[in-house]
């Protein structure tokens, strides 16, 4: 099983920004993480990052035909991303949204997730954990049961 793991903007700033909220392990330790998730789960991952919001719907137009699951967190693009939520939607690959931080509990303007329309699952405030449970979930929902996930 292949995935596609997409952070958008600032995620690649881990460990440095707003540390009181995303915590200060860093991008390198976000990969290692879910890198390990993935072996111990015989699953490749392929990991982008871009500031880019065009990057990052090229990213998942190329996924076409070549992943079985993306796992995505948009970051500030989340909350203003028709463009991804289209490109999800185009290309029909099972999608898994994920936000280190509450999104529902921060400002009011962080509540709405485009992207997250187009995703089979979410989950929100759990950090570096959430990605795992992204994974655990494609994983299971590729395999055709996923029912015993929450
Ligand atoms: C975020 C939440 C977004 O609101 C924010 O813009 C981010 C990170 C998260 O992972 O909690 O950059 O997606």
């Known amino acids: ?22 915590g200060s392990e860093t991008y390198e330790d976000l ?19 871009s500031n880019h919001e065009g990057a990052i719907v090229d990213a998942i137009q190329e996924a076409y035909g070549r992943y079985d699951g993306i796992v995505i967190n948009p970051a500030a693009y989340t909350h203003t991303s028709i463009a991804i939520l289209d490109a999800l939607k185009a290309v029909s690959i099972p999608a898994v949204e994920v936000h280190l931080s509450d999104i529902f509990s921060r400002e009011p303007f962080r509540h709405v997730s485009y992207p997250g329309i187009a995703c089979v699952k979410s989950y929100v405030g759990m950090g570096f954990e959430g990605y795992k449970r992204a994974v655990l979930f494609l994983k299971q929902y590729c395999d055709g049961s996923n029912s015993h996930f929450s």
């Open 1 to 22: 099983m292949r995935i596609l793991v997409i952070n958008g903007p600032n995620i690649n700033m881990l460990g440095v920004r707003e540390r009181g909220i995303y």
């Open 31 to 49: 990969l290692k993480y879910v890198r390990e998730v993935c072996v111990e789960n015989d699953i490749e991952p392929t990991f982008f990052q």
